[in-house]
């Protein structure tokens, strides 16, 4: 068996989900520490659950969640479908991917990067867009292992408070 066999046969282990309304307490918490990696302050701690519940109700966003054997759901995923003026079509921005301690090296990060991808591809848009931090070296690797090349155009943010 070579490495992408195994691969395959890890990611076989992982079940995915769109989440739906029943599914907003095991997103939070995933979404949470999701925003607790990225040292994000949340003052009111019903804020992330209420943000996610309102995404899901609206279908603002598309929310995946990975399940592991003997782990439970361990991963999330959140895309926010825009457009691409460059490319006059729709796009796809995967916001969110985060998989807890107890699901790492699982093979659940990559199920749900690849099964964006699939919907990607099967809904017609132009592409999928993500950051992640500078100094997140786990995330690049797998992003750019699965095809994800970095973008030569820079980002701006004006963070208005």
Known sequence: MDAQDALDARDAQVTLRVAGGSDVEAAAELFRGYLDFYEVKVEDPDLPRRFLAERIAR??????????PGAGTVG????????????????WILSDLYVDPRGRRTGAGRALLREVLRRAREAGVSGVQLETAYDNHVAQGLYEAEGFVRDPFHIYFHDLG
């Open 59 to 68: 279908d603002e966003s598309l929310v995946l969640l990975a399940d592991v």
């Open 76 to 91: 999330l995923a959140q895309v926010y479908r825009t457009f691409s003026s460059l490319a006059l079509r729709p796009m």
